[in-house]
T-cell receptor, first 116, second 113 residues
């Protein structure tokens, strides 16, 4: 079974530019989460999709961030325009609605974003 | 809001010895899950062990075990017979239902050969 994949693995952009991160969850997983870790701090929740619907977007920092999950499959997270403080590692996780597996979240390798 | 605190930014242990990583959390809920995740260098985060709050018995997975003290809101991870492959960042996390994970700051564990 393929795991959660994220693209790109690294992205270096200048302040003011736009970047789009992509996450492909494990096939069949309805839950998809975005998290980020900024400057060695704790990993913080951004938002949660159930299929194509946003279940919880309370962690989105501001309106420069836009997440989509068209068709309930892969998800994109766009940052426009990027600011210096957006630098960090963006993680995606997916999980099934399956009590047997305690709704475990499986993480992708992350995208390291550097804004210069 | 729920918070998770890992007070040890870095820990080191000799290979084959035992190490304990600390984690405390704050919640007013009675039903929740606690997790330890491991992130090896340049690799993705994987689940090490989990504990359901309603279970009094401490979870164990091979060399990994937890000491879950619900009243004290403490959830420490013990790694026995440490191996070089255990070197990683370890994150303690809290979750209610299928909702978001709340993470601690992480503890970087170094294994000395």
């Amino acid at each position: 079974e393929a795991g959660v994949t994220q693209f790109p693995s690294h992205s270096v952009i200048e302040k003011g530019q736009t970047v789009t991160l992509r996450c492909d969850p494990i096939s069949g997983h309805d839950n998809l989460y975005w998290y980020r870790r900024v400057m060695g701090k704790e990993i913080k929740f951004l938002l949660h999709f159930v299929k194509e619907s946003k279940q919880d977007e309370s962690g989105m920092p501001n309106n420069r961030f836009l997440a989509e999950r068209t068709g309930g499959t892969y998800s994109t997270l766009k940052v426009q325009p990027a600011e210096l403080e957006d630098s960090g590692v963006y993680f995606c996780a997916s999980g099934s609605i399956d009590q047997l597996h305690f709704n475990e979240q499986f993480f992708g390798p992350g995208t390291r974003l550097t804004v210069l | 809001a729920q918070t998770v605190t890992q007070s040890q930014p870095e820990m080191s242990v000799q290979e084959a010895e035992t190490v304990t990583l600390s984690c405390t959390y704050d919640t007013s809920e009675s039903d929740y899950y606690l997790f330890w995740y491991k992130q090896p260098p340049s690799r993705q985060m994987i689940l090490v062990i989990r504990q359901e709050a309603y279970k009094q018995q401490n979870a164990t997975e091979n060399r990994f075990s937890v000491n879950f003290q619900k009243a004290a809101k403490s959830f420490s991870l013990k790694i026995s017979d440490s191996q070089l492959g255990d070197a990683a960042m370890y994150f303690c996390a809290y979750r209610e239902g299928a909702q978001k994970l709340v993470f601690g700051q992480g503890t970087r564990l170094t294994i000395n050969p």
